[in-house]
Protein backbone atom coordinates (compact mmCIF):
# COMPACT_ATOMS: atom_id res chain seq x y z
CA UNK A 1 0.00 0.00 0.00
CA UNK A 2 1.71 3.23 -0.84
CA UNK A 3 1.32 6.08 1.39
CA UNK A 4 -0.70 8.46 -0.62
CA UNK A 5 -3.28 6.42 -0.19
CA UNK A 6 -2.82 4.93 3.17
CA UNK A 7 -4.54 7.56 4.95
CA UNK A 8 -7.88 5.89 3.45
CA UNK A 9 -7.09 2.84 5.53
CA UNK A 10 -6.20 4.59 8.26
CA UNK A 11 -8.35 7.93 9.45
CA UNK A 12 -11.39 5.81 10.23
CA UNK A 13 -9.74 3.67 13.10
CA UNK A 14 -7.89 7.29 14.58
CA UNK A 15 -11.66 8.06 14.59
CA UNK A 16 -11.45 5.62 17.53
CA UNK A 17 -8.05 6.93 19.31
CA UNK A 18 -9.99 10.49 19.55
CA UNK A 19 -12.88 8.89 20.75
CA UNK A 20 -11.03 7.18 23.56
CA UNK A 21 -9.48 10.42 24.45
CA UNK A 22 -12.51 12.31 24.75
CA UNK A 23 -14.36 9.60 26.72
CA UNK A 24 -11.12 8.69 29.13
CA UNK A 25 -11.02 12.74 29.68
CA UNK A 26 -14.83 13.69 30.08
CA UNK A 27 -15.38 10.65 32.65
CA UNK A 28 -12.13 11.89 34.64
CA UNK A 29 -12.76 15.50 34.56
CA UNK A 30 -16.72 15.08 34.66
CA UNK A 31 -15.82 14.44 38.60
CA UNK A 32 -13.04 17.16 39.16
CA UNK A 33 -15.79 19.99 40.08
CA UNK A 34 -15.75 23.50 39.60
CA UNK A 35 -12.28 24.34 38.25
CA UNK A 36 -10.15 27.28 36.96
CA UNK A 37 -7.43 26.93 34.51
CA UNK A 38 -3.93 28.65 34.53
CA UNK A 39 -1.89 28.81 30.83
CA UNK A 40 1.60 29.83 30.60
CA UNK A 41 4.95 29.13 29.55
CA UNK A 42 6.74 26.20 29.92
CA UNK A 43 9.57 27.77 30.15
CA UNK A 44 9.70 29.95 33.37
CA UNK A 45 11.85 28.93 36.44
CA UNK A 46 11.12 28.10 39.55
CA UNK A 47 12.75 31.30 41.05
CA UNK A 48 10.98 33.56 38.34
CA UNK A 49 8.55 36.03 39.56
CA UNK A 50 5.84 34.68 37.62
CA UNK A 51 6.57 31.06 38.88
CA UNK A 52 5.83 32.13 42.53
CA UNK A 53 2.85 33.63 41.30
CA UNK A 54 1.33 31.12 39.52
CA UNK A 55 1.78 28.95 42.91
CA UNK A 56 0.39 31.81 45.04
CA UNK A 57 -2.97 31.96 42.07
CA UNK A 58 -3.53 28.07 42.40
CA UNK A 59 -2.92 28.22 46.21
CA UNK A 60 -5.78 30.78 46.46
CA UNK A 61 -7.74 28.97 44.44
CA UNK A 62 -7.27 25.92 45.81
CA UNK A 63 -8.30 27.10 49.73
CA UNK A 64 -11.36 28.20 48.33
CA UNK A 65 -12.10 24.61 46.46
CA UNK A 66 -11.92 25.41 43.06
CA UNK A 67 -9.28 23.03 41.41
CA UNK A 68 -6.84 23.73 39.34
CA UNK A 69 -5.66 22.63 35.69
CA UNK A 70 -2.79 23.04 33.80
CA UNK A 71 -1.29 21.59 30.66
CA UNK A 72 0.65 19.33 32.91
CA UNK A 73 4.18 20.29 31.99
CA UNK A 74 7.00 22.41 33.23
CA UNK A 75 7.16 26.05 33.58
CA UNK A 76 3.90 27.83 34.70
CA UNK A 77 2.10 24.78 34.13
CA UNK A 78 4.17 23.01 37.04
CA UNK A 79 4.09 26.02 39.61
CA UNK A 80 0.28 26.03 39.25
CA UNK A 81 0.30 22.11 40.03
CA UNK A 82 2.31 22.62 42.89
CA UNK A 83 0.70 25.39 44.43
CA UNK A 84 -2.24 23.62 44.35
CA UNK A 85 -1.21 20.04 45.12
CA UNK A 86 0.49 22.10 48.22
CA UNK A 87 -2.54 23.73 49.15
CA UNK A 88 -4.55 19.92 49.32
CA UNK A 89 -6.78 21.10 46.42
CA UNK A 90 -6.78 19.20 42.85
CA UNK A 91 -4.58 19.65 40.98
CA UNK A 92 -5.24 18.73 37.35
CA UNK A 93 -2.62 18.41 34.55
CA UNK A 94 -3.90 17.98 31.09
CA UNK A 95 -0.72 16.64 29.78
CA UNK A 96 0.18 16.55 25.92
CA UNK A 97 2.63 14.41 24.13
CA UNK A 98 5.46 16.64 22.06
CA UNK A 99 8.99 15.90 20.97
CA UNK A 100 10.31 19.03 22.72
CA UNK A 101 9.71 20.86 26.11
CA UNK A 102 7.00 19.05 27.48
CA UNK A 103 7.06 16.52 29.84
CA UNK A 104 4.34 15.61 32.60
CA UNK A 105 5.45 17.50 36.00
CA UNK A 106 5.04 15.48 39.20
CA UNK A 107 2.49 17.67 40.95
CA UNK A 108 -0.76 17.04 39.18
CA UNK A 109 -2.80 14.65 41.31
CA UNK A 110 -5.51 14.09 38.78
CA UNK A 111 -3.00 13.65 35.13
CA UNK A 112 -4.67 13.10 31.94
CA UNK A 113 -2.82 12.23 29.26
CA UNK A 114 -3.01 13.61 25.57
CA UNK A 115 -2.05 12.94 21.73
CA UNK A 116 -4.33 15.31 19.59
CA UNK A 117 -4.52 18.80 20.79
CA UNK A 118 -7.94 19.15 19.66
CA UNK A 119 -9.15 17.13 22.52
CA UNK A 120 -7.01 18.54 24.91
CA UNK A 121 -8.87 22.14 24.37
CA UNK A 122 -11.89 21.39 24.77
CA UNK A 123 -11.18 19.58 28.27
CA UNK A 124 -9.41 22.85 28.72
CA UNK A 125 -13.01 24.60 28.34
CA UNK A 126 -15.50 22.20 28.82
CA UNK A 127 -14.51 22.08 32.74
CA UNK A 128 -13.68 25.68 33.63
CA UNK A 129 -15.27 28.19 35.27
CA UNK A 130 -12.13 31.17 34.55
CA UNK A 131 -8.76 31.56 32.33
CA UNK A 132 -6.24 32.65 34.18
CA UNK A 133 -3.30 33.56 30.93
CA UNK A 134 0.00 34.12 32.38
CA UNK A 135 3.33 35.27 30.71
CA UNK A 136 3.75 32.62 27.74
CA UNK A 137 4.91 32.12 24.21
CA UNK A 138 2.80 30.85 21.02
CA UNK A 139 0.90 28.12 23.01
CA UNK A 140 -0.43 31.04 25.54
CA UNK A 141 -1.37 33.11 23.12
CA UNK A 142 -2.85 30.28 21.18
CA UNK A 143 -5.14 28.89 24.00
CA UNK A 144 -5.81 32.77 24.79
CA UNK A 145 -7.44 33.85 21.51
CA UNK A 146 -9.50 30.63 20.95
CA UNK A 147 -10.99 31.09 24.73
CA UNK A 148 -11.44 34.63 23.73
CA UNK A 149 -13.05 34.15 20.50
CA UNK A 150 -15.32 31.39 21.54
CA UNK A 151 -16.31 33.76 24.31
CA UNK A 152 -16.56 36.94 22.13
CA UNK A 153 -18.87 34.30 19.55
CA UNK A 154 -20.67 33.43 22.39
CA UNK A 155 -20.21 30.08 21.42
CA UNK A 156 -19.75 29.63 25.86
CA UNK A 157 -20.64 31.80 28.42
CA UNK A 158 -18.76 35.24 29.71
CA UNK A 159 -16.34 33.63 31.94
CA UNK A 160 -13.53 35.43 33.42
CA UNK A 161 -10.45 35.83 31.20
CA UNK A 162 -7.66 37.24 33.22
CA UNK A 163 -4.20 38.17 31.53
CA UNK A 164 -1.78 37.95 35.00
CA UNK A 165 1.68 40.47 34.29
CA UNK A 166 0.68 44.02 32.73
CA UNK A 167 4.50 44.74 31.54
CA UNK A 168 4.14 40.92 29.44
CA UNK A 169 0.34 42.01 27.99
CA UNK A 170 -0.11 45.89 27.89
CA UNK A 171 1.95 46.08 24.77
CA UNK A 172 -0.55 43.44 23.01
CA UNK A 173 -3.38 45.04 24.52
CA UNK A 174 -2.51 48.35 22.91
CA UNK A 175 -2.34 47.00 19.82
CA UNK A 176 -5.69 45.26 19.42
CA UNK A 177 -7.33 48.49 20.51
CA UNK A 178 -5.53 50.70 18.27
CA UNK A 179 -5.24 47.93 15.44
CA UNK A 180 -8.33 45.76 15.61
CA UNK A 181 -10.98 48.04 17.98
CA UNK A 182 -9.99 51.50 15.78
CA UNK A 183 -10.25 49.73 12.41
CA UNK A 184 -13.68 47.50 13.31
CA UNK A 185 -12.40 44.07 13.42
CA UNK A 186 -13.73 43.60 16.53
CA UNK A 187 -16.93 44.57 17.84
CA UNK A 188 -17.02 48.02 20.94
CA UNK A 189 -16.64 46.23 24.08
CA UNK A 190 -15.00 43.40 22.94
CA UNK A 191 -11.70 44.24 24.65
CA UNK A 192 -13.87 44.45 27.74
CA UNK A 193 -14.01 40.90 28.27
CA UNK A 194 -10.37 40.59 29.32
CA UNK A 195 -9.30 42.00 32.71
CA UNK A 196 -5.13 42.02 33.40
CA UNK A 197 -3.97 42.94 36.60
CA UNK A 198 -0.41 41.89 38.21
CA UNK A 199 -2.25 40.38 41.87
CA UNK A 200 -2.83 37.35 42.37
CA UNK A 201 -5.14 37.91 45.37
CA UNK A 202 -7.26 39.94 42.70
CA UNK A 203 -7.18 36.84 40.48
CA UNK A 204 -8.85 34.73 42.75
CA UNK A 205 -11.36 37.27 43.63
CA UNK A 206 -12.16 37.77 39.73
CA UNK A 207 -12.58 33.91 39.73
CA UNK A 208 -14.65 33.52 43.15
CA UNK A 209 -16.99 36.49 42.18
CA UNK A 210 -17.93 34.66 39.27
CA UNK A 211 -18.42 31.45 40.41
CA UNK A 212 -20.83 33.14 43.31
CA UNK A 213 -22.97 34.89 40.91
CA UNK A 214 -23.73 32.08 37.82
CA UNK A 215 -22.68 29.20 39.72
CA UNK A 216 -21.22 26.32 37.45
CA UNK A 217 -22.94 25.75 34.59
CA UNK A 218 -22.14 22.93 31.97
CA UNK A 219 -19.63 25.83 30.17
CA UNK A 220 -19.79 23.97 26.18
CA UNK A 221 -23.10 22.79 26.08
CA UNK A 222 -24.31 25.29 23.45
CA UNK A 223 -20.99 24.15 21.15
CA UNK A 224 -22.11 20.68 21.31
CA UNK A 225 -26.25 21.08 20.60
Not at 27 to 39: E, L, N
Not at 152 to 156: A, K, L, N, V
Given at each position: ???Q?SY????PWR????M?????S??????????????G????K????????A????KG?????IA?V??G??GI??AAN????Q????????N????????G?????I???F??????KV??V?Y???F??M???????D???????LV?????P????V?FG?D???G????????L???H?I?PG?LDLV????DP?EV??I???????V??P?????A?S
Open positions: MSDTVHEDIFRIAEFVDFQTMSQVGPAATIFSARTPEDHYYQAMAIALAHQNVTGGPMEKGAAAGGKSVGLIELPHEQTNRFSNPIHHYFFARCFKSLGIFPGGFGTLEFFEVLTQTQRIQFPLLTHWRLLLWMKSRDKNFSDQMTDEVKIMDYERRGTGNLSKF
